[in-house]
């Protein structure tokens, strides 16, 4: 006879009913802003009711942070997954920032709550967040072996920042204006580079001499 399933523990029976929630809000998300979804809206969109909701979640913007972690914890294993360390280093920055680009493509109003919604939310709140998750991702990736080995630089916590922080002014522009992050790719992958390359950015070569005195400019 076929084995019985294993009944469902409390956690995760928890876990279960708080993704109900999570996946209704992202959902609403997609149709209006954060303010102005409601928990009425929440426990219609997730079909049960608000004693379940307040079982799971203090407010709404508890159940916002519970959505964003786990964005971020699944998108940056997604990101992570993606790079071939042993490729050179720049094959290893295309595919990071492509799967990065697939990651908020896919969830578009879960990346545009994180940059609009966040800043809003008490400092608590917001403080709870991994703000870190992809940051360390390109870190990890910049720090490898093969990445260093083939004439790419491993990333300090300054660049990782640049890089990230850039990638997401550029994914808010472009879902603001109704198109795919996915469009400007090559330009994010050529930045991207640029900020992972091997020179020093404060080598004399790189930076423009001033004219000399009496030397027309």
């Known amino acids: 006879m076929p084995r019985a399933a294993e009944p469902e523990t409390a956690?995760?029976?928890?876990?279960?009913?708080?993704?109900?929630?999570?996946g209704a809000l992202e959902s609403l998300l997609a149709e209006k802003r954060f303010p102005k979804?409601?928990?009425g809206d929440l426990v219609g969109r997730a079909h049960t009711?608000?004693?379940?909701?307040?079982?799971?979640f203090a407010s709404k913007e508890a159940c916002l942070l519970a959505l964003l972690k786990e964005a971020a914890?699944?998108?940056?294993?997604?990101?992570?997954?993606?790079v071939d360390r042993s490729a050179p280093w720049q094959t290893q920055l295309r595919q990071?920032?492509?799967?990065?680009?697939?990651?908020v493509?896919?969830?578009p109003a879960v990346m545009l709550s994180y940059l609009r919604d966040v800043p809003l939310l008490d400092t608590p709140l917001a403080a709870s967040?991994?703000?870190?998750?992809?940051?360390?991702?390109?870190?990890?990736?910049?720090?490898g072996t093969e990445f260093r080995k083939s004439g790419g630089a491993?990333?300090?916590?300054a660049r990782a920042v640049i890089l990230c922080g850039g990638l997401e002014k550029l994914a808010e522009d472009a879902l603001r204006h109704g198109e795919s992050v996915d469009a400007h790719l090559e330009e994010a992958v050529q930045a991207a580079i640029l900020l992972a390359g091997s020179g020093d950015l404060t080598s004399p070569e790189l930076i423009p001499r001033p004219p000399e005195s009496g030397t027309p400019e």
């Open 129 to 143: 967040l991994n703000h870190d998750a992809y940051v360390n991702v390109v870190r990890t990736v910049s720090a």
């Open 37 to 39: 979804i409601t928990i």
């Open 49 to 56: 009711s608000r004693r379940g909701f307040y079982e799971h």
């Open 154 to 157: 491993a990333l300090s916590r």
């Open 11 to 22: 956690a995760e029976s928890a876990g279960v009913y708080r993704s109900r929630f999570t």
């Open 96 to 103: 990071l920032v492509t799967a990065w680009i697939g990651v």
């Open 105 to 107: 493509d896919a969830r």
């Open 73 to 82: 914890e699944s998108g940056a294993a997604q990101v992570s997954a993606a």
